[in-house]
C-alpha cells in the first residue's frame, strides 16, 4: 500500500475505470488528463471515496512534447519514486492527417511518442522502486504496417485506422526494446491490449461495441500489479500473447528507436535511447 502509481489518460473510458480500482492499492495515485482539474472534479472526488490512496491530478495536453517534460516534472515534485507507470493516454485517429504542435503526425504523439518521452523522464524514479511500465496498446498493432523513413504519414495513404493501429505497433515494439536493454533504463516493461472495449475511441473509428470499460480496466490493473507478468510480455486481452512479427524484429525495434529519437527534441529523444542501451 506504499506504492505509487501513475495512470495518463485516466479521466476517461478505460483509465476512468483502472483510476477507480487502482484507488485502493496504491499508497499515492497521480492520475493524469488534458482537461482542467475543475472539469474532472466529480471524478477526482469518486476517486477519493473509493479507496486509501491519495489522489493527485495532473494535467497535460500531449499534443504538445513540452507539456509531457513539465508533466514528469509535476510528478517529481510529488514523488521521487514511481511503482508503476501505466501509459494509457490514447487519442482516435482523427478524419484528417493532422500534425501536433510539433510537427508529429497527432495519433503517432499523442499515442506514442508521448509514452516514449514520459517513460524516459520517470526511468530515475521507476528504478528507486523496481518499478513496471505498461504501455496500453491495442490488438490492432498486428494488422499495422510501419514505414520507418514515413513515420509522420507524410508520403502513405491516411486513414484514422491506419494512423491509430501504426501508433501502437510503435508502442509494443517500444516495449520490447527496452525490455531487452532495462539493465540501467527501467525494471520492467510490458504492453497490452486490453481487449475489444466500448469507449468513445472505439466507436469514432470502427463504429462496433465491445465489453464495458471495467473488463478493459481488469486487464490494465492485472498488468500493472500482477506478481507473474514478466518484462517483455505483451497481453491480450488478460493472456500472453505472441505480439506481431513486426514487432517482435530486432532490427525493427533498433531502426524505430532511431527514427524516433530523430522526432524528438534533442534534449528528449537522444536520452530516450542512450537509456535503451544503458548496461
Known sequence: MD???????ATSGIGAAAALLL???AGRLVVHGPQPAAEVADLLARLRKAGRSEVHYV????????????????????????DVLVNNAGRPGPPRRRLSHDGNEVTLQTNYLAAVVLTERLAPSLRAAGGRVVHVASATHASATLELDDLNLDRHPYSPTIAYSRSKLAMVAHALWLAGRSAGAIPGIVSISPGVISTSLLH??????GAPVQHGARNVVQAALAGDVVSGQYLDDGRVTLPSATARDARFQRELAERTRNL????EGDTTVRSGHAG
Open 3 to 9: 506504492r505509487t502509481i501513475v495512470l495518463t489518460g
Open 23 to 25: 484507488a485502493d492499492r
Open 59 to 82: 494535467r497535460a495536453d500531449f499534443g504538445e512534447l513540452a507539456a509531457v517534460g513539465e508533466l514528469a516534472t509535476s510528478i517529481g515534485r510529488l514523488t521521487d519514486r514511481v
Open 204 to 209: 469514432a473509428m470502427y463504429g462496433i461495441g
Open 264 to 267: 524528438l527534441d534533442p534534449s
